[in-house]
Antibody, heavy 119, light 113 residues
Framework: QITLKESGPTLVKPTQTLTLTCTFS??????????VGWIRQPPGRALEWLAL???????RYSPSLKSRLTITKDTSKNQVVLTMTNMAPVDTATYYC???????????WGQGTLVTVSS | DIVMTQSPDSLAVSLGERATISCKSS????????????LAWYQQKPGQPPKLLIY???TRESGVPDRFRGSGSGTDFTLTISSLQAEDVAVYYC?????????FGQGTKLEIK
């Protein structure tokens, strides 16, 4: 049974750095082909892919946010961490992490965590 | 970036009737070496994460009712719900995982008429 859970602050101030942790179980991020991605969704709006880290530490980022994002993994802890710098009110969204099987679509998602950016 | 465009933005269908949602990609997402379309469909209900319904454009995820059918190839795709049930009210998203940056459609809100 694959599960993922996002954790982090619910409120950040503008210009601050957001750090989100995805803690997962039921799979290993050292298994060939497996990846974990981050996707966000502003209130009432569509899904936006942010970043992906793969089993071999290959990292991919949304080009529009690449300068602000860093994704890392700790295989021993079954965690993936996303940091986003210079947060602004437009970054207010529910942030999801999701499991990506080998060469396939995101199949299991966390429940998401709502992050509000406000002073 | 591959742009995914869904139509319509919203749709109202009577219970038991067919619902059809279209998704077009700005370039082909058919990988010639394996003949697979890297297209998925998700269902999202309020307050919940997206749920994977269809992958490889036409393969139903385990446990998804067979009234959900995905079709299409290349750049044009369709999600069909053959007989709408009350529990199908949701927003539906198409998603391409052919190449990064991965992208999603803008969503189609499905309601009961």
């Amino acid at each position: 049974q694959i599960t993922l859970k996002e954790s982090g602050p619910t409120l950040v101030k503008p210009t601050q750095t957001l750090t989100l942790t995805c803690t997962f179980s039921g799979f290993s991020l050292s298994t060939s082909g497996v990846g974990v991605g981050w996707i966000r969704q502003p209130p009432g709006r569509a899904l936006e892919w942010l970043a992906l880290i793969s089993w071999n530490d290959d990292k991919r980022y949304s080009p529009s946010l690449k300068s602000r994002l860093t994704i890392t993994k700790d295989t021993s802890k079954n965690q993936v961490v996303l940091t986003m710098t210079n947060m602004a009110p437009v970054d207010t969204a529910t942030y999801y992490c999701a499991h990506r099987p080998t060469d396939d679509a995101f199949d299991f998602w966390g429940q998401g965590t709502l992050v509000t950016v406000s002073s | 970036d591959i742009v995914m465009t869904q139509s319509p933005d919203s749709l109202a269908v009577s219970l038991g009737e067919r619902a059809t949602i279209s998704c077009k990609s700005s370039q082909s997402i058919l990988y010639s070496s394996n003949n697979k379309n890297y297209l998925a469909w998700y269902q999202q209900k309020p307050g919940q994460p997206p749920k994977l319904l269809i992958y490889w454009a036409s393969t139903r995820e385990s446990g998804v009712p067979d009234r959900f059918r995905g079709s299409g190839s290349g750049t044009d795709f369709t999600l069909t719900i053959s007989s709408l049930q009350a529990e199908d009210v949701a927003v539906y998203y198409c998603h391409q995982y052919y190449s990064t940056p991965y992208t999603f459609g803008q969503g189609t809100k499905l309601e009961i008429k």
